[in-house]
């Protein structure tokens, strides 16, 4: 099946500055997104970002397919974007394989 | 976004009982469902697809007579965690997309089913 894989597995950063996520997959795919799971768990859509670039404030992703990678930047960190980040592929039917995810700790 | 919720939040059973666990999507129709399993400080695994008026679709490895799941309307998924275990202790997400649009999903907020 597809691989996914996200790099860095952690990252801590000061309020205020910037960083780069990035998810690498194995093969063709239909669908990526990227997801932040807070601390109680909910998984909060991002992106929906088969292709192309996408901005949502602070947040935008850009992926490129044909080289089989999507990045995910934060810039202008807060201390509430702290949590697990998420890439996540769709394989035939619908079904979502997930990375291992980057554990983002931002400190004040 | 779209919305979908999960009941219980938070569940605590003794061992040898089963637990059911609803998934529903509150503001679209969902004809396939997903769930999941997280372990602590890991990523989501697919336990299963629940179809719409057909018999769910199990990931290899998961056992389909401890997890039931039953795909009743175009709204409602449950998963029925049957003569749990300790081991069975999870947290257990469900998604669903958007019929129609089969690509992006939506999650629910997850059920911590912690088994004694």
């Known amino acids: 099946g597809i691989q996914v894989e996200q790099s860095p597995p952690d990252l801590i950063l000061q309020e205020g500055a910037n960083s780069t996520l990035r998810c690498n997959f194995s093969?063709?795919?239909?669908?990526l997104q990227w997801f932040h799971q807070n601390p109680w768990g909910q998984l909060i859509n991002l992106f929906y970002i088969p292709s192309g670039t996408k901005q949502n404030g602070r947040l935008s992703a850009t992926t490129v397919a044909t080289e089989r990678y999507s990045l995910l930047y934060i810039s202008s960190s807060q201390t509430t974007d702290s949590g697990v980040y998420f890439c996540a592929v769709q394989e035939y039917g619908n079904k979502l394989v997930f990375g291992a995810g980057t554990i983002l700790r931002v400190k004040s | 976004g779209a919305v979908v919720s999960q009941h219980p939040s938070r569940v605590i059973c003794k061992s040898g009982t089963s637990v059911k666990i609803e998934c529903r999507s509150l503001?679209?129709?969902?004809?396939?469902m997903f769930w999941y399993r997280q372990f602590p400080k890991k990523s989501l695994m697919l336990m299963a697809t629940s179809n719409e008026g057909s018999k769910a679709t199990y990931e290899q490895g998961v056992e389909k007579d401890k997890f039931l799941i039953n795909h009743a309307s175009l709204t409602l998924s449950t998963l029925t965690v049957t003569s749990a275990h300790p081991e069975d202790s999870s947290f257990y997400i469900c998604?669903?997309?958007?019929?129609?649009?089969?690509?992006?999903?939506?999650f629910g907020p997850g059920t911590r089913l912690t088994v004694t």
């Open positions: 998604s669903a997309p958007i019929a129609g649009n089969s690509y992006e999903q939506y």
């Open positions: 093969d063709s795919v239909n669908n």
């Open positions: 503001d679209f129709q969902a004809t396939t």
